[in-house]
């Protein structure tokens, strides 16, 4: 059996059928696998000798975004993520709507990102004042009390 190269004959499948239609394997003993396997068969027949598929270069999928994207994280923008912003929107994604906008009114390209991350850091200082709905609530006076930048520092 040492020397046995049964794999290359035939599919796992089809021995174990084998055995069960010749009586060698009880109906009740065969695998768990089976039944799903012929109510389910695959599209092609995993054999030995089956040739192998014919490996597709990835295509390299780029948007125009993506340029501008690589400019703000190379110089350190747009890394920062707000997890109780509701809305759900990054500050890279700001930042790309900002950079749209300016360039829509015709800034100079160079200035462009510089401009950006000004705006969009400046919205974020407004959006951080905002005051609450309801300013006596218990919520709002701890949050206007607690001074987040030296929270550590005690």
Do not use: C
Not at 78 to 87: C, K, R, V
Not at 92 to 118: C, D, H
């Amino acid at each position: 059996m040492a020397t046995s190269r049964l794999e290359r004959i035939g599919t796992i499948f089809t021995r174990v059928e084998g055995l069960l239609t010749r009586g060698a394997m009880k109906p009740d003993d065969r695998p768990l696998w089976f039944d799903v396997y012929r109510a389910f068969p695959p599209n092609e027949e995993p054999r030995f000798a089956r040739p192998k598929p014919e490996v597709k270069k990835i295509r390299q999928i780029l948007y125009k975004e993506d340029a501008i994207r690589s400019k703000f994280h190379s110089e350190g923008h747009g890394l920062g993520i707000n997890m109780l912003n509701p809305s759900g929107e990054t500050q890279t994604k700001r930042l790309l709507q900002q950079y749209e906008k300016l360039k829509s009114e015709g800034v100079p390209e160079n200035e462009l990102i510089e401009k950006s991350v000004a705006a969009v850091s400046v919205e974020r200082q407004l959006a951080s004042k905002t005051i609450p709905k309801n300013p006596d609530s218990v919520t709002a006076q701890v949050l206007g009390s607690a001074d987040i930048k030296n929270i550590f520092k005690e």
